[in-house]
């Protein structure tokens, strides 16, 4: 049985898009868990409207604080493991939709301990490649996502999509919640590789991500601020050069938009 978690936040029809297309799945053994973290809008009872029809396959929860996305979706996956039906876990992200097969193909190519990712495409054009893993710049940590396979560089499954045996979990633990949002992927996918689980793509499986066309100001600073975390945790005699380099990134923006 898969376990399939994802997290809403004031964003209820590309929720609703993300789990009509899970229900197109050829694949059939699987249960979706569905987080609100507090949403300020009407998501929370347009949910409930909308899943009223689905109980047996479809848990809702409905979260009292929003502490992060990690935050939500560990609590997914301690739902998730307290079910002893519950073999893979498939975390992705509200704003995908998943092909017909992509299930099928991620559980028959499955091999243990792996963290895999599907290949992303775009949600609006379809043929463009989103990511097939990322990669993580050396001196100052910023992250890239991989647009042709190269088991060899992958140095992180981005949380767009992850899919993995519940065993993981047992190895090395729930996602980091100290970044709120964004570079958690990266922290959990050095744990893993630190503990020795490969990071895999499959090229057959399938999934489509909206792409944010715009970046907020504090978007770019969390991103910065968690980079900047991320460094100290694991790379702490790297942590000055990260600092100078980004601040210098930081005023040749400046200096472009002038």
């Not at 009292?64 to 519950?86: F, T």
Request: hydrophobic share 40%; net charge positive.
């Amino acid at each position: 049985m898969i376990y399939i978690i994802l997290v809403n936040y004031n964003s209820f029809l590309f929720t609703k898009k993300c789990i009509n297309s899970i229900f197109k799945s050829n694949f059939k053994k699987y249960k979706i868990i569905l987080i609100d973290n507090k949403s300020t809008d009407s998501s929370t009872d347009n949910i409930k409207k909308y899943i009223k029809n689905y109980k047996k396959n479809l848990k809702f929860i409905s979260n009292d604080i929003n502490k992060g996305y990690a935050a939500g979706i560990n609590l997914g996956i301690k739902y998730a493991i307290n079910n002893k039906d519950c073999k893979y876990l498939f975390i992705i992200n509200n704003d995908t939709l998943i092909t017909p097969n992509c299930l099928n193909e991620l559980v028959d190519n499955y091999k243990n301990n792996t963290i895999v990712t599907p290949s992303i495409f775009d949600y609006d054009i379809n043929t463009k490649v989103q990511s097939l893993g990322g990669v993580i710049n050396r001196y100052m940590l910023t992250t890239k996502h991989l647009k042709k396979i190269n088991i060899s560089k992958i140095d992180y499954i981005p949380g767009t999509a992850m899919f993995f045996n519940k065993d993981i979990i047992n190895i090395i633990g729930l996602l980091p919640e100290e970044y709120f949002m964004y570079y958690e992927d990266v922290d959990w996918s050095t744990s893993a590789k630190l503990n020795n689980i490969s990071l895999k793509v499959n090229d057959k499986a399938i999934i489509f991500h909206k792409t944010k066309k715009k970046v907020s100001f504090s978007i770019k600073s969390r991103t910065i601020f968690n980079r900047i975390l991320y460094c100290n945790k694991y790379f702490r005699y790297k942590l000055p050069l990260v600092i100078i380099l980004t601040f210098f990134n930081i005023f040749f923006n400046l200096i472009r938009r002038k």
